[in-house]
């Protein structure tokens, strides 16, 4: 058996061919063009109409699974450089017309989100799939390179590493029959663990351990959080890449998010090239219904060489601070959140006018004030800033998070007490700062909005196979 995306590559002499895949159409009795998922581009097969079966022909519907024996040749009519002439046809799985939901036309994506088992047969979801792998590949290929050791982080922990307490429970009990201590409330010890449990909202904490070991490592694995933000960049599920370094400081950190994320995207420009094609005159084409002032002015191919090719603009969050204060939006109250008093978060509107409209290129903002940000963040010596650091992209905010590390341990144990978090329960954490503690840091890149970025799908529910969002989880 070939494969497609073979075969289109090859020069089409005369070599005998087996293929198998999905019909995308069928046209004139004559023509099938085949595509099995090795690429975006279909194989045509020229079939002997006066020698072949009529039952057979009946039934080469769009999404029917065939085999197809023939020879590749080169192909007279234009479009595609070889086809097969077919000398047999096996019919593997039927479609039927009438009921198949993806039909050669275009279907709206929210359509096609409801169909999310069958969306990967159209070209967009086929490129943006592809694309998704070439990119986990990619990740992976960088981080080994680099000297990184893979590293994977439980998924149930005890922990709420951001503390903002967005977790999904983990329990075994039986909620129609609950354990209770004393004083009423849910007795643990008798669950599963002996205690209370959650699905990891990042695998940081645990990697940090790691690091403090292996040096530099990686964790790339499902991230849970039950946030209710029901917005183009948030899933309930996703994928999180986060490297956690010893012996970086924060501009090591920053200079590693930095060379990362231009080498992934340039990796994918070389590797993913018809796929991304595919996607610019896509967004070429959903661009033309938009009125002109809303057109964005980069194609997407060079909006990824503008990305990969350019330094990102490094701004501490007060220099941020008093662009945003003083700018045209904010005196004019056009944000939603109006920005006044040094320490208030920045919203994504916020990021996005830096990025989209003040700088016009990736930012990276860093020393934000201690009381927006997670405890494990280092302290700076104005001991109201801490070394923080966010990537923000065009058309999408926030990509990366990340920080140095808090490595002391007293200034850890006061910032816990602060904010409540007990000692013993992370009481293995604060060890790594009693044992050779050393300055450290990493980042945490959600692996979604950089399939966004890449791909430039405008919802976050397209780029990945079954999004899990509020009051969804179909599939
Ligand atoms: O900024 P966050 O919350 O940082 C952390 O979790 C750190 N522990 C990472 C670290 O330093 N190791 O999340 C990191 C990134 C965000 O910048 C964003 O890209 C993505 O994860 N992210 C989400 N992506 C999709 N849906 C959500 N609900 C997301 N929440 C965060
Ligand atoms: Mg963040």
Redesign the pocket.
């Known amino acids: 058996m070939n494969n497609i995306r073979t075969l289109l590559n090859s020069d089409g002499n005369s070599q005998k061919t087996q293929i198998k895949g999905w019909v995308k159409s069928f046209r004139s009795n004559r023509f099938i063009a085949i595509n099995d998922g090795s690429t975006i581009n279909n194989i045509q097969c020229v079939i002997d109409f006066e020698n072949t079966n009529e039952s057979i022909l009946k039934r080469i519907t769009t999404g029917a699974a065939l085999s197809v024996n023939g020879i590749l040749t080169k192909s007279q009519g234009r479009g595609q450089k070889v086809e097969i002439q077919v000398s047999e046809i096996e019919i593997l799985g039927d479609s039927n017309p009438e009921e198949y939901p993806i039909q050669p036309k275009k279907h709206s994506l929210e359509f096609l989100r409801e169909n999310a088992h069958l969306r990967i047969r159209t070209n967009t979801f086929g490129a943006v799939m592809r694309l998704r792998s070439a990119l986990s590949f990619a990740v992976h290929e960088y981080f080994t390179e680099n000297g990184f050791y893979n590293f994977h982080a439980p998924i149930i922990t005890g922990s709420d ?2 503390g ?1 307490g ?1 977790m999904f429970k983990v329990t075994a009990l039986n909620p129609e029959n609950l354990p209770r201590t004393e004083d009423g409330k849910i007795d643990y010890s008798q669950d599963f663990f002996g205690k209370e449990t959650n699905l990891t ?5 645990e ?1 940090e351990t790691y690091a403090m070991a292996l040096g530099k490592v990686y ?1 790339f694995g499902p ?1 849970f ?1 039950a ?1 209710n ?1 029901n917005t183009t ?6 994928w ?1 890449i ?3 370094m010893a012996f970086h400081d924060l501009d090591m950190n920053m200079d590693l998010a930095e060379d990362f994320i231009k080498s992934v995207i340039k990796k994918v420009m070389t590797t993913c090239k018809d796929d991304l094609e595919f996607l610019e005159n896509r967004l070429l084409q959903e661009e033309k219904s938009k009125p002109a002032n809303q057109r964005s002015e980069m194609a997407l191919l060079e909006k990824l060489n503008f990305v990969s090719e350019n330094e990102f603009k490094r701004v501490s969050y007060t220099e941020a601070f008093d662009i945003l204060r003083n700018c045209k939006p904010n005196k004019k109250k056009k944000f939603q959140f109006p920005i006044n008093e040094w320490g208030v978060d920045l919203q994504s509107e916020h990021e996005r006018f830096l990025v989209e409209k003040h700088f016009k290129c990736p930012v990276i903002l860093f020393d934000y004030p201690a009381g927006i940000k ?1 405890f ?1 963040m280092r302290l700076n010596d104005d001991g109201k800033t801490v070394r923080a650091m ?2 923000l992209f065009p058309g ?1 905010g ?6 140095q ?1 808090e490595e002391r341990l007293d200034v850890l144990q006061s910032k816990m007490a602060a904010l409540g978090i007990e000692e013993k329960e992370l009481w293995w954490y604060l060890e790594t700062r009693k044992f050779g503690t050393a300055v450290h ?10 399939v966004q970025f890449v791909t430039g799908m405008g919802n ?1 529910r397209d780029v990945i196979p079954f999004p899990r969002t509020p009051q969804n989880a179909e599939f």
């Open positions: 590493a951001e903002a967005e909202v990042s695998g940081q904490l990697a964790t991230t959080r946030e933000s960049r948030h899933l309930a599920e996703f999180m986060e490297p956690e997670a494990y966010d990537v999408i926030e990509i990366v998070g990340g920080a590390r840091s990493g980042f945490g890149l959600g692996f979604e909005r950089l976050i």
